[in-house]
């Protein structure tokens, strides 16, 4: 049975399931970087709030019983009833937004507008009825972020109906959206020996490295409080730089002066790679390795490390900590 096929029949086996004010509907949904998914649509008559099921998990979990159960006289109806069972009891577990606001009025949603950084190239067909302003070869797209029941969070993406409402170019709402990112979504920056050493369960609690979590905290700390160069840098320390959630975490390189600060805590020029849309690391210059040889690095890890969906970038930056300049 074809992924095609598979939708379909789902569908048609949850549909008995339902209320008789439910109807349920296929929808593909385009994500980051044409990433695009199958989901089933649940509606329920005068409700804004449709729940999207993404079917792609629950084709695979099907083969893969198919396969372990080849000989069990289980056929694939019965497949097919159990997971449409599964997923109607789904409905009352999933977090939904609250749509009782007006999401179409500035006021009502104007500090909860975010921005984050993506791949211009990969998003081409996106963004040809999303606003965006550009960054390097990158692009920044607005959202409205959505608080959820279970402490999660979810996202309205802006489209360009949404921009002539309001009224407002991107370069307008760029320094709100940006000042909304700022604050729910705050810079982390982490030492990139301090994870690897946790991961391998030697989490460091030394004074030295104490101060350098002390330090790294000053410098994503934005408040507005006057920042000066450490008496003590770290100019040979590989860093993560993400958000407090880890999520879109690469475009805290957009916040201002946290690139420059980060310069004066190393003491010097580095370079940062767009390792997912959620972090970038940052190499000094300092310790010898070339553009070149981080672009080949670059790819390697887009080929096999991460999923299409959050591929940020083919490519490194260099920041001259002496002009202050990101290239």
Known sequence: MDYETFTENVRQHVLPLLRPTQNA???????????????????TQDDPVAPAIYLEDYYSAFLEEREIYAGDPVTDDDRLDAIAARI??????????????DYRDFETVKDRICIKLVSHTENETLIQNTPYVAFHDLCVLF?????????????????????????????QLYPIALANTMRIF??????????????????????????????????????GDPWEAPEHPMPHQSLILTNKNKYFGAT???????????GDALQGSYYLIPSSIHEMLILPSSIGISGSEINEMIHEINKTEVSAEEVLGTHCYYFDHKNYSLI
Not at 25 to 43: A, F, P
Not at 88 to 101: F, G, I, R, Y
């Open 88 to 101: 109607v009891d789904s409905l009352e577990h999933l977090a939904q937004p609250d749509l009782t606001e």
């Open 143 to 171: 959202f409205i972020h959505l608080e959820m029941p279970n402490k999660t969070f979810g996202s309205i993406l802006l489209k360009e109906d949404q921009f002539a409402h309001w009224n407002l170019t991107p370069c």
């Open 25 to 43: 509907r296929l929808k593909k949904i385009l994500k980051n970087n044409g990433c695009t998914y199958t989901s089933l649509i649940i509606d």
């Open 252 to 262: 805290a390189v957009l916040y201002p002066e946290l690139l420059n600060r980060i």
């Open 186 to 223: 705050p810079a982390e920056l982490c030492a990139l020996q301090s994870i690897l050493q946790s991961y391998c369960g030697k989490d460091p609690d030394g004074a030295r490295d104490a101060h350098n979590r002390d330090l790294m905290d000053k410098i994503c700390d934005l408040s």
